[in-house]
C-alpha cells in the first residue's frame, strides 16, 4: 500500500492535464500517502459494490434510523463548493413529506449519500444483528488491499489510467449510476467502484473527530484523487453528496 514518488507526480500531471492547473500539486494533494511498502491484514470479505439505497432504506425501515439528509444552514455550514442546489436530487427527505424512507425515485440502485460516519457504523451494527455475521467498516489498509490488489498498482484495474472504467467528471455523467456499472473497473479480488463514484469511509481515525475516507467519486476527474492510495480525513459529522461506504465481514 502506499504510493511511490513517481505514482503521486504521474497522479498530479494528470491532475494538471485535466482542470488545466497545479492546484492539486500545489496543495500537496498526495503528499500525505506512506512510501509503497508491504502491509498485512487478516482473512475478511467485503462486499462487491458500496451500499445502494435500496440495501439503505430496509435499514431505515427496520429500524426508523433517519433516512440521509441534511439542511441548507447545515450544508452551507460544510464551505463546501457546492451549492445546496447539487443536494437535491440525493436527498430522502428535502423539507417535502415523509416519504416513508424510500430514496430519491430511480436512484434505488445507486450508492447511498448524505451518511455520517456514524449512519454507516448504525447500518453495520444493524446488518449483523440481521445475518449473524459480523459487518463492520474496513480499516485503510484492508479498503485499499482490496482496491487494488497485492502487486502495488496504481489503479483497481492497472496501471493506466482509463476513463472508461470508473463514473468520474472525465467521462461523467457527473451524477452517481448504479453501483457496479463499470465491470471492466474491477481490482484483482473483484471489487466494485473501489475507484470514482463515492468515496467511502473507513474505519481509520486521522485526528480527533475525523475518518480516512478512499476511492475517489464521480465528482473528480484527473483522476489522481481516485487511486486506491489517495486518501484524506474528513469530519465523522459530515454528510456529503460525495460520501458513501461499504463493510467488510469477519470469517
Known sequence: MGSTRAERDAAYTLDE????????R????????????????????IMTTPVTNADYARFVTDTGHPPPFVDEPTWRGY?????YAAVQRFLWHGGKPWHGGK????????????????????????????????????????WEKAARGTDGRRFPWGDAFDPTHLASHDAGPFDTVPVGSYPNGASPFGVLDAAGLVFEWTA????????????????????????????????????HILIGFRLVRDP
Not at 79 to 83: C, D, M, Y
Not at 114 to 124: F, M, T
Not at 207 to 214: D, E, H, L, N, T
Open 204 to 239: 481509520t481515525p486521522e485526528g480527533p473527530g475525523r475518518y480516512i475516507v478512499k476511492g475517489g467519486s464521480w465528482d473528480d476527474r484527473g483522476c489522481g484523487v481516485c487511486r486506491p492510495a489517495a486518501r484524506h480525513a474528513r469530519p465523522a459529522n459530515l454528510r
Open 17 to 24: 492535464i485535466a482542470y488545466g492547473h497545479a492546484r492539486t
Open 26 to 45: 500545489q496543495a500537496l494533494w498526495y503528499e500525505n500517502e506512506p512510501p509503497l511498502h508491504e502491509a498485512a491484514t487478516g482473512a475478511f470479505a
Open 103 to 142: 430514496p430519491p425515485p430511480g436512484r434505488a440502485r445507486h450508492p447511498v449519500v448524505l451518511v455520517e460516519h456514524a449512519d454507516a457504523e448504525a447500518y453495520a451494527a444493524w446488518l449483523s444483528r440481521a445475518t449473524g455475521r459480523h459487518w463492520r467498516l474496513p480499516t485503510e489498509p484492508e
Open 79 to 83: 464551505k463546501l463548493v457546492h451549492p
